[in-house]
């Protein structure tokens, strides 16, 4: 059960009537009818105050997001060099910011052990057997146990399942006429036309009958043995060899095994997987069969236990009698980097910089946190910036935090979560957890007259977020989110579109909360309101798949060449329109069509001009030759 703060209803009424003080009723001794203005201490607070405020900008606030959601951090990942390389550059302004550190050995650092990817275990097998001849596959080369069951052995009949889907309100199942009882099923990835918005497993019943344990209930209900996962030639996926698939429990053992491995087995049977996956795509219907090649399979594993680390500082209170109690301002600092997991368009092996998702919110610490330091600003109370590792992982870093808390969790105030504040058109923001704590909502809403924002506040004070774990314990909450978009966990979450001033109005009106929150005499106590961020209007796009607009080319742009006469091309996608009209890395992309591209937002409105498959003349500079290439646009991925 959640703990409440301990407060006697007296001392309970005394907080309700002072009404949430902003900075008039500072932890200052005042003359009866004092002000602000008339004590000396206070005046210099509230002036320290609009420093703090005037220093955090959204160019400054920029240089930050663009580091953090450059190629060369890949993504961010939790556990990998890149995730430590973010973590380093967290604690460095942090340090610079004149923050204490409170990690380890005097570091900023926590350490949190994560799960890494699972090693097949020294037993795990795969063997294929086909007329006289034997294939042993490779451990962790060739393949990767998936499906873990309580048998891990399985052997039998190979038999070609296509999705593996059973689909009765899509007209659609793979096991018709299909006898796979006691036998081992080859199941592709993903669902059929997974492209195509107008296909029958467009929208919900690709999250339905898509992902991989679905498929593996459906196999053993259909009396299979076990299975072997392929992600086959025909999907969007770029490299079918990447083996990415996470361990889970299953009714019946199975395997994901590289494209390239699947391949050949279909040789050794006289077939060809593509021409397997291309019939079901073309039709629209399956196109399942029996191979004439015998499996046998063992998937075990072993832990590959790995650490990320949470990035932990203080701004000590100023007041003795306060300074014991905190309060928490964090955002979590990883994302999904190659898109091994959580990728939202199933673009693995694709960097997923995560501007938004959420170099924007830890952007916002670090913004408050240089903003205080520069201004001298400390509150009664202690406060703590956190920079949560592995949030994507499963909210990993704050739920450790929380286990092992470096400021009693009995003694913690409120958590103040960012996550994804730089997205918000038009100054929108969604402020959370206002019910979580009487007079929430009445402080935010006086706090944002100060700021600007076009703020909805929403009570509940659960979310798919870092506060989630403070919330759980019995801590008030907020949350400040400015929404879900088309890029989110995707490879196009990128700086160029974050929406700046909206990044540094949510970040002011987070250092005014965590202010007050550290200035009032009493601290809120706190009120169970479990409503969720998912359910605030507007947030169905998070059980949505993407459908993007326009055409698609197939460009990275070059981030450092943003103020250029058109769009530099930083690398070309493999086999995409533009790789196959002949574009090149350092080509000026200056027309497509007839829209002069200046930017990367005149790029993407012309793209949206053209439909896939048109074919349109881009115009180039490439050295010091100008020159026009016919490109035939794709279907946007």
Known sequence: MARRPNLEPRTFRTWLSLGLP???ALA?????GGSPASDPEAAAREAAVEKALAAITPEGMMEHVKFLASDDLKGREAGTPEGRRAADYVAARFRSAGLEPIGEQGTF?????????????????VSLLAGAGEKVLVPGTDFRPLGLATNPEAAGILVFAGYGISAPE???????????????VLLLASVPKEADPGAPFAGRLRYVHGGIAKKAKNAADHGAAGFVLVSGPATKEL?????????????????????RAAAELFAAAGQDLRAAQEAIEAAGKPASSALPVRARLRATTVDANTLAHNVVARLPGRDPAASSEVVVLGGHYDHVGMGTFGSRTNARGQIHNGADDNASGITGVIAVAEAMGAAGLRGRRTILFLGFAAEEKGLLGSAFYCRQPLAPLAQTVTMVNL????RGANRWCAVNGVGTSPGFREMMERLNRRVGLEAVYYDGGRAPSDNDSFYMRGIPILMLFTGLHDDYHTPTDDWQKIESDTLARSARLAMLATWELAEMPERPPFRKCDGRVQDMPGMELYFKPVQRKGSYLGIREDPKEEAAAGVRVQSVVPDSPAEKAGLKAGDLLVKVGEVRVGSL????????????????????VRGSESLAVEVTLGRPQ
């Open 601 to 620: 937002r005149d790029l993407t409105a012309a793209l949206e001009k053209h439909a896939p498959g048109s074919k349109v003349s881009v115009a180039i």
């Open 28 to 32: 200052v001794a005042q003359e009866p």
């Open 239 to 259: 490299d079918g060899d990447i083996l990415t698939g996470i361990p889970f429990k299953s009714p019946i053992p199975g395997v994901q095994v590289t494209r």
């Open 22 to 24: 902003l900075l008039a």
């Open 109 to 125: 650092f926590q350490a949190v052990k994560i799960s890494g990817e699972t090693q097949p275990g020294p037993d795990s097998t």
């Open 419 to 422: 996550d994804m504040i730089g």
């Open 170 to 184: 899509a007209g659609y199942d793979d096991y018709a006429g299909l006898d796979v009882a006691g036998r081992v």
